[in-house]
């Protein structure tokens, strides 16, 4: 079985890695946002970053949520995973389609704008909460810097996105790597020199590599251990009971004026579009 995420740590402890090739990930979130390029690129590496995060959790019922709440033509960006790294999201302006940058690439910070990331883990019953102000709307440059500044962890965030002439993803993916504590400095040296190998992760990704490639592009020179692989995948974890629930703990007025004209009411989920009809009786028995 070919697995899409892979975890590893250097043999010395300096360093841990994890490694995803989210290109069906991104694909499945096409399918139901039916995103522009530049919609997708941003879509895209916001889900394969949470993705990454996700999988640092402990227990199955832990999650971790993104949310890039920028002043860009994009809109709110919000990504949900789970321990697993499978993954959701959502994209308020899927349309947002700019002119492509003087290096050819996606404007994805142009489309993400200025603005605020927050990542918020629920931790069995404790929620934990973080916040940075979006440095360069480029997802990659704004994950290192939260991590810096909110958790003091020197971490690098390769992401990337490639959008194929047809409008699908033609290859995604994702290395998330962080030092760790009395990190040796000759093994972070090589890290630091081995960098512009793993810069462009998407064609690394589309020139045929595997996940077992990047390590060895990423870890260059240093010993290391792979930890374990699994696959991680988009998927929606939406509820009717969890959305009966929540529209029954409207106050009587609210309730009552949801169905002041109709006999049902449509909730439509803003990840997977699923749709759930409710009447008024299902939330007020």
Request: glycine share 8%; charged share 25%; with cysteine.
């Amino acid at each position: 079985m070919e697995y899409n995420v892979l975890r590893a740590m250097t043999r010395d402890g300096a360093a841990r890695i994890t490694i995803i090739n989210s290109t069906d990930i991104v694909n499945d979130a096409i399918k139901t946002k039916n995103t522009t390029p530049t919609a997708t690129a941003a879509l895209g590496r916001v889900m394969t970053a949470c993705s990454l995060i996700g999988t640092m959790l402990k227990e199955k019922e832990d999650k971790v949520t993104l949310t890039f709440s920028g002043d860009g033509p994009a809109g709110k960006i919000i990504a949900v995973s789970d321990y697993k790294g499978n993954v959701k999201g959502y994209i308020e302006n899927p349309s947002v389609d700019l002119p492509l940058k003087a290096n050819g690439k996606l404007d994805v910070g142009g489309a993400v704008g200025a603005g605020l990331l927050s990542v918020v883990r629920d931790i069995g019953e404790e929620t934990q909460t973080g916040s940075v102000e979006i440095v360069t709307g480029e997802i990659g440059d704004d994950i290192c810097e939260y991590f810096v500044k909110s958790e003091q962890i020197p971490t690098v965030c390769s992401l990337g996105v490639l959008v194929d002439t047809d409008l699908s993803c033609k290859a995604a993916g994702g290395v998330l790597i962080q030092l760790l504590p009395y990190a040796n400095e000759e093994t972070v040296d090589k890290i630091e020199a081995n960098l512009p190998n793993i810069t462009n992760i998407s064609r690394v990704f589309a020139a045929g590599a595997t996940n077992d490639n990047v390590l060895d592009l990423a870890f260059a020179g240093i010993e290391y251990d792979v930890f374990d692989e699994f696959t991680a995948e988009c998927k929606c974890d939406c509820d009717r009971e969890r959305l009966r629930q929540a529209i029954a703990s409207f106050s009587e007025k609210d309730i009552d004026d949801l169905f002041a004209d109709t006999e049902s009411i449509e909730v439509c989920c803003r990840f997977c579009d699923k749709k759930y009809n409710f009447k008024k009786i299902d939330v007020t028995r």
